[in-house]
């Protein structure tokens, strides 16, 4: 499957940004898909992730309560609702598909597929 990720750009500290990517070339459905995202200088780290049919989905602590994972099916489409934003959110940030056969996970070994990332800045 090849993702699109989109919608990145610059705000300021307490805005909102809604990430999209955008999906082709396989059954979008067959896939639990994931946010990461890579600081300056840091590791890619876990954002969040939702399972194939959107029942379940996993937050990292930092973003819980501010961020929002979601899927349109019908429109091989993924989501990140970012409201609240901090300075400490600023990263590249990555949509990451994983194939539904190998279980729900969230670690970076659990998605096999990747789109290239898209900036995310949060000014102070």
């Known amino acids: 499957v090849q993702l699109q990720a989109s919608g990145g750009g610059l705000v300021q500290a307490g805005d909102s940004l809604r990430l999209s990517c955008a999906a082709s070339?396989?059954?979008?459905?067959?896939?639990?898909m994931g946010w990461f995202r890579q600081a300056p200088g840091k590791e890619r780290e876990f954002v969040a992730a939702i399972n194939w049919s959107g029942g379940s989905t996993y937050y990292t602590d930092s973003v819980k309560g501010r961020f929002t994972i979601s899927r349109n099916n019908a429109k091989n489409t993924l989501y990140l609702q970012m409201n609240s934003l901090k300075p400490e959110d600023t990263a590249v940030y990555y949509c990451?598909?994983?194939?539904?056969?190998?279980?729900?996970?969230?670690?970076?070994?659990?998605?096999?597929?990747w789109g290239q990332g898209t900036l995310v800045t949060v000014s102070s």
């Open positions: 070339g396989r059954t979008f459905s067959n896939y639990d």
């Open positions: 990451a598909a994983g194939s539904r056969l190998y279980g729900f996970g969230k670690t970076l070994g659990d998605f096999g597929s």
